[in-house]
Every structure is written in C-alpha cells, then in structure tokens.
C-alpha cells in the first residue's frame, strides 16, 4: 500500500498569514495515463470532509483561489495564501493512483494563534 | 446539488453485526462508482470498500476482506454496506460518497454526513 506522510501534525497560524501543509507517497503518484491522482481534503469540526483539489493543483468550485496545490512524483503541497478563520479545520492528502486501497495522509490540524 | 444520506450506525456488541445504508438524491447516482469511508473518533480517514456502477465489481480494505460487503441498489438510487463479525476497531463514523465518474475523472465529490458504528459491549 502506498502510505501518505503529511507534515506538520499541527499548524498554528496568524490570521491573514500564510500557512502550508506539505505530503509525500511512498512511491510516485504518476498513473499510466500520465494523470497523478492527489486529493486535498479539508475536514471543518464537527463537518463531513469536502475536496479542495484534485490531480494535485486543480481547486474545487466554490474553493476560494487562497488555496493553492502543487508538487509532483512524490512530493506535494497545499498553501493557504492568507489564513481566515473558516479555514480551521484538519487537512488530509489523499491518493488515488494505486489502489486498493486509497489511502490519506495523517491530517495536519491548522488552527488560529 | 447531490446530497446522500446515511444511516443504520448504532451500538452493537462485538461479533455482532450492521448493515449501512447511503440514500443519494440530486445526483445520476447509477453513473458513479460509490465508496464508503469510516473514521475513527479522533482518528484520520480511511477508505473502506467501493463497487462499480453496475455492482459487477468491488474492492475492499485488507481489514475488512471477508466481513463487510459493499452493495447498491440503483433503482432506489442506495448504497449498503453489511457488516458481520463486527470489532471494536471497526467504531467510526461512516462516510459514503461517489466515487468515479468517467465524464470528470474524479472521485469523493459529495460525501454524506456519516452514520455512526460503535462496537461495544
């Protein structure tokens, strides 16, 4: 199984700052029809998860542009340009290029100061 | 806009046994693949099982291969999932949400609001 390494485990952030969530697979994410299946979840309390991004940097409708994805291979990363305070919540990376199983990333908990 | 529903959690002794069910409105539902997903209190996600749009194929997490089974239902537009032998590893909330969809090559969409299992004696 492909496992999913996110870091840090917890990010305070001042409002307004920027904040980011780094996520690596043990092996590449790169399908065979050139695609790389990474997900970005964010996980508001007490809410259903909802995706942000998908095939690594494209945002969902309806997600505000301060939230960007990157990466390739291996190595991918979520930023927040300007961190509100709606954005609190657990973030989790989640691959769907080698499955089953899918598999996510520990969370990174992302909190106000 | 899709919403799907769950239910069917509740308390239930260990090696007993549950079947969820996922009503999905608003959406084509017969087009999606369609998986289930669980979350331990306190814990991270985990996929579980998912099952083609026809129902002709499924696939499972290693730790539940053998005891839980992923159907539907596409003329009531429902997802299900049978659980025997149940754990207390397996206590979680319950997410379903679509899966595949071959005219956006995307998956987990819209996820319902979760139905909670707990595995106690």
């Known amino acids: 199984d492909v496992v999913m390494t996110q870091s840090p485990l917890s990010l305070p952030v001042t409002l307004g700052q920027p904040a980011s969530i780094s996520c690596r697979s043990s092996?590449?994410?790169?399908?065979?029809?050139?695609?790389?299946?990474l997900n970005w979840f964010q996980q508001r309390p007490g809410q259903s998860p909802r995706r942000l991004i998908y095939?690594?940097?494209n945002r969902d409708s309806g997600v505000p542009d301060r939230f960007s994805g990157s990466g390739s291979g291996t190595d991918f990363t979520l930023k927040i340009s300007r961190v509100e305070a709606e954005d609190v919540g657990v973030y989790y990376c989640?691959?769907?290029?080698?499955?089953?199983?899918?598999?996510f990333g520990g969370g990174t908990k992302v909190e106000i100061k | 806009e899709g919403q799907l529903v769950e239910s069917g959690g509740g308390l239930v002794q260990p090696g007993g046994s549950l079947r969820l069910s996922c009503a999905a409105s608003?959406?084509?539902?017969?087009?999606?693949?369609m998986s289930w997903l669980r979350q331990a209190p306190g814990k991270g996600l985990e996929w579980v099982a998912n099952?083609?749009?026809?129902?002709?194929?499924?696939y499972y997490v290693d730790s539940v291969k053998g005891r839980f089974t992923i159907s539907r239902d596409n003329a009531k537009n429902s997802l299900y999932l049978q659980m025997i032998s149940l754990r207390a590893e397996d206590t979680a909330m319950y997410y379903c949400?679509?899966?595949?969809?071959?005219?956006?090559?995307?998956?987990?969409?819209?996820w319902g609001q979760g139905t909670l299992v707990t595995v106690s004696s």
């Open positions: 949400a679509t899966d595949w969809h071959h005219a956006t090559s995307r998956r987990f969409d819209y």
């Open positions: 608003g959406i084509s539902f017969s087009d999606y693949w």
């Open positions: 099952i083609k749009q026809d129902g002709s194929e499924s």
């Open positions: 092996q590449s994410l790169v399908f065979s029809d050139g695609n790389t299946y």
């Open positions: 095939k690594v940097s």
């Open positions: 989640m691959q769907a290029t080698h499955w089953p199983p899918f598999t």
